[in-house]
Structure formats: C-alpha cells, structure tokens
C-alpha cells in the first residue's frame, strides 16, 4: 500500500519533471531580438527566433503532421498563431530548413527545392521578432523593408492597424491555418466590411459593417494595447468609430482581433498572470448563422444550441455530406412543373430569410395565392411571402437562415409523396445510407425535361452572373428507390414471412407484432397483426394505408406492405433491431447519456412534428409513449404505430383513454370527452420528454408518494428548484436539463390551447427561442 502511493508520487514527479523539461526544450531557442544574415531554422532543432521577452516568436509551429511557418505566441500554453507565411502552401516536413540569405532572403529549403517565405524587393541585412509581435526585415541601411504588421493574415495585434484597401481572411479551423471562406475589408470608401470569401464585393454579399462609408478614402481600422478597436481617420486624424471603448487593464494582458475561422470577427484578451485562456470581449456578432457563405447554395442556417447548422430546402441533399458549404441538390424531379396532374404541392419553410432576388413581385393579400402562382408558372422553384408581397424565386437559393424574428416564408415546390423535410447531417452516416432509408422516391423514373432544363437554365443563368454553380445533372441526382407505395401481402405469404407468427416480438393496443423475413429482399419486418380494427370497408382501411404509406421521415418506422383479406389486417413495417425506448430507457445497462437522450427527444419532436404539420394529411398520433419509439442499429428513435388510431373501433378508444385518475401519457382532453387535437399528442410527448430527462417511468408506484406521479415531482422541484434531486448523481448539462424540463412542463398543462405546436417544442428543445417560465400544470383547470 505505502510502496505502491510512493511509486505513484514518484511517477507523478517524474511526469512533472518530464513536462517541464519538454516545456523548455520547446522554447529551447536562443533569445533573438536581433536576426543576422546565415541564420537558420529547423522545425525540430532551433525552430524559432523570440522576442526579446520571449513572448512571441517567428519560425516554424506545429500543424497536424507537418509544420507551418509563422508567428506564434510562444509564452502561453495555447501557442496561438497570429501570422502565417504562405499559408495556402503544403505543410513542410521536419526535414525542411528555413535560411535567412542576403541575396534571396528568408527561403525555406525542403527536398532540394527552394521556396520565398518573404519577398522583398531590396536584399535584406537583418530581421528583428519585436515583443508586440511585429517581424519586421531590415536593409543595410537599417530601413524596415518588410514586417508582418504590413501583411496581416487573420489576426491584428494590439498597435497594428488594417490599413485602407487591406484585408483579413479567415483560416479555415481552429487548428489549419490556410485560408478560409471569409473577409474583413477596410475599404476605401471608409466601411469595415465582412463578406464571404466566394462572393462578390458587394452589399448584398455582406453580413456585417460599421456603416462608416463615406468618410474618407484613408480610414484604417486600429487596435491599442488597452484593447481600444476603432476607426481612425487618417486624412482628418480623428476617430470615426470606436467599436470598443477601450480602458481594459494593460499590465500582463494580450489583445487580439481574429476574423475566425466561423466568419466571426472578436477582440479577444488574455490574462497572463493567471494562464487561463483567451477571453471575447467584443465580436461582430453573436449569431453563428450570421456569416453569409456557411452555408452553401439552396440550404439554411440553424441554430442548435447556439451552433450553427446547414440544412437542405425540402427535397434537396448536401452536394458533399459533412461539407456545408458546397450546399444542397435536387434529389427529385416532379414529372411535371406544373401541379396539373396533382405531382407537387408546396412546402413552408417559415421563419427562414434569403437572399433577396425575385424575378417577379406579385402583390398578394394571402399566403395561399402565392403557393397557387408558384405551383403555376413552370420558372419558379420557391417564392417568398412576406408583408402581402410574393416574390417568385430561380435556384439556386442563398444564405438562408432561421430568424425568428422574420415572418417570411418560404414556400418551397415540392414533388406530391416525398419526406426528407428535416435531411440533417450526422456524422458517421453514409450518404448513401440516408438517401436509402430518407428519400423514398415515389414510383417517378421519368424525368420531365421541363424542371431539368429549368434548374440547369436558373443555374446557367445565375453562373454568367456570379461563379460556378455546381451543375445540375439529372441521372446524379434522381435516386430511384424501392417501390414506394406499401405493396399488398396475401395472408398466406404472412404466414410464410412469419413462419406460422412464431415469433412474437411485441403486443401493444393495436395488436401483436411478430418477427419476419421477407424472402424477396431477404429484410427483416415486422409484422403487426391488428386487433379490435373496426370492420370497415376494404376501401377504407387501403386509404388509410395510403396516408400511412405516404409518410416518410427519418424518424418515423415505414410502413412496407400490409394484408387487407377477409377479416385479417395485418400491417408489415421495416424492423428495428434495438427494441423500444422503453427498453432503452428503464433498463440501467441500455441507458443512454444525457446528450443522447437529448438527441433522441429532439429527433422524436422531429417525427411528431412530421405527422402533425409537414407531412400531406396531418396525422395525430395519438398514442405516444416509449413504448411506441422504436431505435433503430444507429440508435436513433423512430416512431410506430402513427395512424391507426383512425383504423380502431369507437368503443376501443374509450379503453384506450387509460383508467380514469392516473396521470398516463393520455391527454385530459380525452377524459373530458373534448375533441383532440395535435396538443393531445404535445401533452404525451411532454411526459415522454420527461421520461427521457429523469430517465425513469411516468408512473412509479414504488417510490415515495411525493415522487411517484412523474409530472407532479418535476414540477415540485422545479417549483422549489431543486433541478438536480432529479437525475440523481447523474452528471448532466444544466442548461439543457432545464431547458427539457421547462418544455415538458408546457407541454403537459391541462389546458390544450396553451401546450406549444411541435415546431414549438423543436425549437425550444434545439436552443433556438427562449423559453418562459412554466406556468402550475393545472392553473388553467378552472377555467375550462
Ligand atoms: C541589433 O542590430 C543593430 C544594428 O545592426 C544594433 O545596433 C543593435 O545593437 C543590435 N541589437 C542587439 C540586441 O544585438
Ligand atoms: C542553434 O542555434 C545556435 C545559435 O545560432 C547554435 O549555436 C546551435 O548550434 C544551433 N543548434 C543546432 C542544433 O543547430
Ligand atoms: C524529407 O522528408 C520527406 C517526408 O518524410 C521525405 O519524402 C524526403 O525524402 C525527405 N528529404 C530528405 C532530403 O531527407
Ligand atoms: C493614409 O494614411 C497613412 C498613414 O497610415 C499615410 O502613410 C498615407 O500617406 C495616407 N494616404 C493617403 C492617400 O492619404
Ligand atoms: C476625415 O478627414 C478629412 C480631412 O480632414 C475630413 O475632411 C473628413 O471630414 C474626415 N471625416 C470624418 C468622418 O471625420
Ligand atoms: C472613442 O473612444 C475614445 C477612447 O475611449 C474616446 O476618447 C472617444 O471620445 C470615443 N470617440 C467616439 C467617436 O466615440
Ligand atoms: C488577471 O488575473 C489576475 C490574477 O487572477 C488578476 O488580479 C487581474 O485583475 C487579471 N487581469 C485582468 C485584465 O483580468
Ligand atoms: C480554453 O478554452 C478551450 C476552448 O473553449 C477549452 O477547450 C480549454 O479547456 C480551455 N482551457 C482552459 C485552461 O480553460
Ligand atoms: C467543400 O466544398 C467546397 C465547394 O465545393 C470546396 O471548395 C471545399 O474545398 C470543400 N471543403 C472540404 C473540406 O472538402
């Protein structure tokens, strides 16, 4: 025991020791104020010259693999890059020399060949690394020839200035330095200005500025070593804007303005007494989805948790999976452009703006006459309603994003049986994976060359205005899948599938599900044989398998084939080979992490707000519980059982409305015999959501009365706050812990015209709008 604490204390001092001399090993380099000529680097030996504090240093930092060369605060644990030389050049090996030479200045030399690091147009004497960070090359006359301050890349340092007609662009990472997508301008006519790095110069590419056009042809934008940021008028020498104020400490303190690499330009400080890290004091913006350019063409901008996400126009998929920038195709084409014969309808994207440029306004007093005049003219692929204006769109569209702020809608034309509204990208998952489960392409091979020729024209007509637009070619982008409509069984072949229903896989109020194996396509299904369906017509129950057959949502179970024969109702659904979310939920050892659960809450709202508003006839589920969420091999929740609540008979949705008394998952509306609405379906997936968060059942009996009704023991806590008796010794985030109680806490309310819509929740659950305190879940009773 004692032998082994001193081994391990010996082990820790060793680790120390170990750490510090590699500390210094790395800044093993000479103290170099002064930079003669036949001075060289190497990234592994003397691999940088310092300042004379040995704050900052000029030579080769470590990138990936490879080495980039730079300057680089060397005095701090976070080496951060402020300057880069060549920055879009490959990263040299550790076998490269960088050498200060009179004739040709500083070259690197690597495998024989010779590259500038820095041109300058005299032969250069000497070159000196200053404390504020400036590298600045001298002639033999000792006049500065070159210095880093004149060359910025990403970064000011407190006392540089941008100059006018100069800019910054932005790195594209955190850790890779070479150039990005976006810039900051200090333009001529006296605007600071951001714009992506792929647009053109002008205002409706920007996505930020000072507005100080006007003033002057030799405005420069300045930094202080107080972390003052403004723009000085050079002409008149006086200040035009400050964009800070300035007066932060200046002992042991750094400043640093970056445009990052998300498009974001910040002042950021740092404390060297407490080695802490970087700090934002100022930024252009706190919006992620602000900078124009993240995401590419025909795709918008979402804030999840205050991060940014791309996500495609209904009917669309990313270009390149994983990247947001090369922006969202077609994946299907209409057989007609017009809705002639019922192929497309309209989808709304609403509180989403774009880039202003219609090819015709129509002044129209309802939303709906819009959707009619796009659906009409064969040209226009989305039109925008706002303030009883209509504005007819080509593709492609551009920096779309959600405000919530904005009432615009975007109305998008979309063909008749498709899904794929919410095509977010997950990491991990093949494209082509997604594109087969998602995008279930109605029964379409035909291309009507009518939309082709329209994207290509739009895209054709928009490259001679702008650059490249990636081209739109039909055979890539049309995905034929399997059939779509769920095909017809016969009895018979259910009971071969199934093996004579050997194996049962679960029993729920609408039946029995047993495991099969469709020999066809060797899949796996599951078959649900229904029970106390009403004995309705043939016809009826074929159209409600219809309405069902035509879902289509990555959160959702799809339905493959069905049996209508005699008095038999059999529904054959893909199978889910991770059990329900009960499972998953209530058994200690499936138990996901929270950020799991909170994923898999925010993907069950997806599937719910599907059915009720997304999908051609709203669906109310009726019945959502964990049982009924089914995970599939990614682990990620899919929703069953979704509109059969029509097929039941009347007197089995009495049973159905549970036992009297108990809080279940049934709303009270179905108690009070008033009609239900989608809030039914809100009030269960705030329980469901609550079950998620606690991780355990609605009801438990065996616990202390106080905490045995789910509902009543949140809303306790949260009431007296005391969040945390919640999930136990659990390490959870508190700020999405509260943000799902909250939101389970509206949802379950009594009063259903209070509950929020499912878009609602989403964007509560997903960070997006801020949620108000709940009120008591009963303290609108009374006023039923
Ligand atoms: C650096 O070089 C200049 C001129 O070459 C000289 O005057 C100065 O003293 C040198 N400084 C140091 C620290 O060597
Ligand atoms: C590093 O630089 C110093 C000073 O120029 C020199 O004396 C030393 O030999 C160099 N070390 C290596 C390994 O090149
Ligand atoms: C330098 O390293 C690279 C990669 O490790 C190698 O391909 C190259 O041959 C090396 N050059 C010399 C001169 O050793
Ligand atoms: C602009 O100001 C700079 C000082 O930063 C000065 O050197 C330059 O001559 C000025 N240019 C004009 C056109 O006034
Ligand atoms: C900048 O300086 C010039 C020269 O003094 C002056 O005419 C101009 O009004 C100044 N601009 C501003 C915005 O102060
Ligand atoms: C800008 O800030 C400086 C220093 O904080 C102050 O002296 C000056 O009055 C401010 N100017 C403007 C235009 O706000
Ligand atoms: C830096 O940290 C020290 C020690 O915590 C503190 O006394 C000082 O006020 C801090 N400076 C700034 C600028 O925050
Ligand atoms: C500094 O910030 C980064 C990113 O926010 C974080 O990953 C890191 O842990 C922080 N370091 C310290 C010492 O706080
Ligand atoms: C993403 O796509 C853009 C546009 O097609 C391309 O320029 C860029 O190199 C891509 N980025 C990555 C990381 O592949």
């Not at 989805?289 to 901008?301: A, I, M």
Request: proline share 4%.
């Amino acid at each position: 025991m004692h032998r082994a604490q001193n081994l391990s204390m010996a082990s820790v001092i060793l680790f120390l020791f170990l750490s510090f001399t590699l500390f210094f090993t790395a800044l093993a380099q000479q103290r170099y104020s002064n930079i003669s000529l036949g001075s060289s680097l190497t990234p592994t030996t003397n691999s940088s010259w310092l300042s004379p504090s040995g704050l900052y240093a000029f030579g080769f930092y470590q990138q990936g693999s490879g080495y980039g060369i730079g300057v680089f605060i060397a005095g701090i644990p976070q080496k951060t890059v402020v300057w880069t030389a060549n920055r879009d050049d490959p990263l040299v090996h550790s076998n490269a020399t960088l050498l200060f030479t009179s004739d040709s200045g500083l070259v690197l030399e690597a495998q024989g060949q010779t590259t500038q690091v820095i041109s300058t147009s005299e032969s250069p004497y000497s070159a000196s690394l200053f404390d504020s960070g400036n590298f600045v090359v001298y002639n033999s006359d000792r006049h500065i020839i070159w210095q880093s301050f004149d060359n910025p890349t990403d970064t000011l340092l407190s006392t540089q200035r941008l100059e006018a007609n100069s800019r910054l662009f932005s790195a594209v990472s955190q850790t890779d330095h070479s150039t990005g997508i976006f810039r900051l301008v200090m333009q001529a006519d006296g605007n600071l200005v951001q714009y992506a790095v792929t647009t053109t110069v002008t205002t409706k590419d920007a996505y930020w500025a000072t507005g100080t056009d006007g003033q002057g042809n030799n405005v420069t934008l300045n930094l202080d070593d107080d972390g003052h940021l403004y723009l000085f008028n050079f002409t008149g020498f006086n200040i035009i804007k400050n964009l800070t104020d300035g007066r932060y400490p200046t002992q042991k303190t750094i400043y640093i303005v970056r445009i990052d690499f998300d498009g974001i330009f910040r002042l950021y400080s740092y404390n060297l007494t407490q080695n802490g890290n970087w700090s934002v004091l100022w930024s252009s913006t706190n919006n992620k989805c602000d900078p124009k350019g993240l995401c590419g063409f025909n795709s918008y901008c979402v804030l999840n948790d205050l991060e940014p996400q791309c996500l495609c126009l209904p009917q669309f998929t990313h270009v390149v999976q994983n990247n947001w920038t090369a922006g969202c195709e077609r994946n299907f084409f209409p057989e007609s452009c017009k809705d002639d014969n019922g192929d497309i309808r309209i989808q709304e994207l609403t509180n989403t703006v774009w880039e202003d440029n219609p090819y015709s306004v129509l002044s129209l007093s309802f939303k709906e006459d819009c959707e009619r005049a796009c659906l009409e003219d064969c040209d226009c692929v989305a039109a925008f309603f706002k303030d009883r204006q209509c504005k007819k769109q080509r593709l492609p569209l551009r920096y779309g994003k959600r405000d919530m702020g904005d009432s615009n809608s975007a109305l998008i034309k979309v063909g008749k049986s498709i899904s794929t509204t919410t095509d977010r990208v997950e990491p991990g998952k093949k494209k082509s994976d997604q594109l087969g489960r998602g995008i279930l392409i109605a029964s379409v091979s035909i291309v009507a060359l009518g939309l082709v020729m329209l994207a290509i024209s739009g895209f054709l007509l928009y490259k001679s205005r702008a650059q490249p637009y990636k081209r739109i070619n039909a055979n890539e982008n049309i995905v034929l899948c399997e059939e779509v409509a769920p095909r017809s069984f016969t009895f018979a072949e259910l009971e071969e599938i199934t093996d004579g229903f050997r194996e049962e896989i679960g029993r729920g109020s609408f039946g029995t599900v047993y495991k099969g194996l469709v020999s066809s396509t060797q899949k796996v299904a599951a078959v649900k044989r229904l029970e106390g369906v009403v004995s309705q017509g043939e016809k009826e129950f074929q159209t409600e398998v219809k309405v069902i057959g035509k879902t289509h949502h990555k959160n959702l179970v799809r339905l493959l084939g069905y049996c209508n024969e005699g008095p038999n109702r059999l529904l054959v659904y893909e199978y889910m080979s991770n059990g329900s979310l009960a499972d998953l939920l209530f058994s200690p050892e499936k138990r996901p992490c929270f950020t799991e659960r909170v994923e898999i809450a925010r993907n069950i709202a997806r599937g719910i707000l599907y059915l009720h508003e997304e999908c051609e006839t709203q669906i109310i589920h009726c019945d959502i519980k964990p049982q009924n969420i089914l995970i599939d091999e990614y682990r990620s929740p899919k929703i069953c059982d979704f509109g059969l609540a029509k097929l039941l008979k009347p007197d089995q949705t009495k049973t159905f409305t549970g036992i009297r008394g108990t809080r279940g998952y049934v709303a009270p509306e179905w108690h009070r015999k008033l009609p239900v609405t989608v809030k039914a379906d809100v009030y269960s997936f705030g329980i469901v959501l609550l079950e998620i968060a606690c991780c355990r059942r609605n009801v438990d009996q065996n616990l202390p009365e106080i905490e045995s009704i789910l509902v009543d023991w949140v809303y306790h806590c949260f009431e007296a706050g005391e969040m945390d008796k919640l999930v136990g010794d659990e390490e959870v985030d508190k700020r999405l812990m509260d943000r799902m109680i909250k939101v389970g806490l509206w949802c379950t309310l009594d009063e259903p015209s209070i509950r929020p819509s499912m878009k609602k929740v989403l964007l509560m659950l997903e960070g997006t709008v801020d949620i108000p305190v709940p009120p008591s879940p009963t303290s609108f009773l009374t006023c039923i």
